[in-house]
């Protein structure tokens, strides 16, 4: 760096010295290994050329990036592990050159060690990206649409789907949509219309839309580099509903722990419960792939017929757990910290014998009080309703299903039995359910536990004339988050109000009832994923009614408003006050 900057080097020179064909190299390595897994199969010759080149040329430049470097002591630092990666990448493409050698898991590794350096470079430069006045909400919108659109390009490659079978560009959104809104709900089936490869292609869209793309950035920046600015801490702290600044990137770096580690724990206790298939990869698969949409409450199956499938029917194993990583992911990351920080503070005050009484944040006990009721309530409902009221289908037990129901309706969009023969007062429960949905903070949508109660509990109060104000855990809850909260689910009546009505313009004179028809709304819009068998029958313009839903219920509609909406800058009135008569 000195040298170059005693030879009069402008800045803009020592920052292309420091990136050089960086970005050129991983697309070269991008699109070399999409056209490998999406169209051929087999490394084509123009793929061997492209890839061992590539690979070369690119183990050159980052070794001269690396010695330009050489006066800069934290950039070489930083280099240093893309110089070491480019000279492993150098010995395999050296290696691949005699003989026209094609081997795949060579050419895979060269494209996927160039593509991960040019990750971590644009990772590094991210700043650059956050640090300009962009709100907080349209950051999170503009992150989730990029996700969409790639997955929508990625499912439209040849060989995501099965043999003969071609996916339009509208099922391709839809899924795409579907699955980074961890909703579900499916225009195709995706055991029978999709390959291998388009379910992993399904997997991988799940897991970033379950975390976030803008939490995995920011996370790999802590990780791979020297943590986050102030000025993203901030961002981030607003992202992520942290308020404490100071466990900004403790909070991330547990969102990302809990995630995958409950994850790797579903998918063991998934495998081991598996019996009815032998062959070990197709099994480990089966288990992930369920495990990592459970804990994302996305409702992906990789079986013909979800969890009522032959292959796990009366499973009780299989239920039990993913049952258990739904509300895990549904709770919010911010619950189970505090969860697992009161745990510990517990255990050292038991050791200790001393020390201050641990104590759970308001929050967490409001979404503990309403996720418990909001189940055990709800299997209660829906047992009376599905085994006593009507003739309903079970699997592993009428408790058992009862209970299921119950979870899965809080957007996680399992199915064990076959959802068009349950009955019609189930059907409400349900919607109710469905419209509830988890926590905040958490991979859930709909209305949110913590806002309906809020809610209920303000308009208790404006009812009874109240003048102490809403007290919850001998805390008292500002009258402002009521009146927020009553707003929120006022806003959402009114939008799933407008949406049913161009629904049913939609749907007119098909034959399909108003409640299937609200189900399925009300299904994508709490990003749940259940369907009374519609999903594929719909026209093309209710598919599209159901995408935006669900992008809006995933993002959350006051985080869509409040970012579409420029907020009132004026100053105060100063108006004279005079009361309205209400009733």
Partial sequence: M??????????????????????????????????????????????????????????????????????????????GGHALLAAVVLLVALAMLPGDSRSTSGHVFIQLAVLA???????????????????????????????????????????????????????????????????????????????????????????????????????AAVVLFEGISLHDRLLLGRMLQENRLARVGQTLAFIVVLTFACEAAGAVVLYAGLHGIADPGERWFHAVFHSVSAFCNAGFSTFPDGLASRVVQGNAT?????????????????????????????????????????????????????????????????????????????????????FFHSVTTRT??????????????????????????????????????????????????QLRGSKRGMVAFNRTIPETTGSQALGLMVLAGIWLGANFAVFQMFESGRGFGDSKLMFELISAFATVGLSLDLTPLLTDGSKCLLILNMFVGRIGLLAVLATLVPPDRRPPSGRPCEDILLT
């Fill in 117 to 219: 350096s040019g990750l971590a470079s644009a990772i590094h430069h991210q700043p650059r990206l956050t640090a300009r006045a962009f709100h907080p909400g349209l950051l999170l919108m503009l992150s989730f649409l990029a996700i969409i659109v790639a997955g929508t390009l990625l499912l439209k490659m040849p060989r995501c789907t099965v043999s003969g079978v071609s996916c339009s560009w509208l099922d391709a959104a839809f899924t795409s949509t579907s699955a980074v809104c961890v909703t579900g709900l499916a225009v195709q089936n995706t055991a029978t219309y999709f390959s291998p490869t388009g379910q992993m292609v399904i997997l991988l869209l799940i897991q970033v839309g379950g975390l976030g793309i803008m939490t995995l950035a920011f996370f």
């Fill in 2 to 79: 000195d040298d170059l900057e005693g030879s009069g080097a402008s800045p803009a020179s020592v920052k292309v010295c420091r990136q050089g064909l960086h970005p050129l190299f991983a697309l070269l390595s991008a699109v070399c290994l999409l056209s490998l897994v999406g169209w051929t199969g087999t490394v084509t010759a123009w793929q061997h050329a492209v890839t061992t080149l590539t690979g070369i040329a690119f183990a050159l430049e980052r070794g001269w990036v690396f010695h330009r470097m050489r006066g800069e002591r934290s950039e070489r630092r930083r280099l």
């Fill in 318 to 402: 299989w239920q039990v757990v993913v049952m258990a990583l739904i509300v895990i992911g549904g709770l919010g990351a911010l619950v189970c910290e505090d969860l697992a920080l009161w745990a510990l503070a517990r255990i050292r005050r038991r050791i200790r014998k001393e020390g201050p009484i641990p104590r759970l944040r308001i929050h967490s006990r409001l979404v503990l009080v309403a996720t418990a009721v909001l189940i055990a309530g709800g299997a209660l409902v829906i047992y009376l309703t599905e085994y006593h009221l009507w003739q309903g289908p079970e699997n592993g037990g009428h408790l058992l299903t009862a």
């Fill in 412 to 461: 996680a969009g399992f199915n064990t039995v076959s959802m068009s023969a349950i009955g019609p007062q189930t059907v409400l429960v349900m919607m109710v359910l469905m419209l509830v949905g988890g926590s905040p903070g958490g991979t859930a949508g709909g209305l949110r536990t913590t806002t309906v109660a809020v809610a209920l509990g303000h308009l208790w109060n």
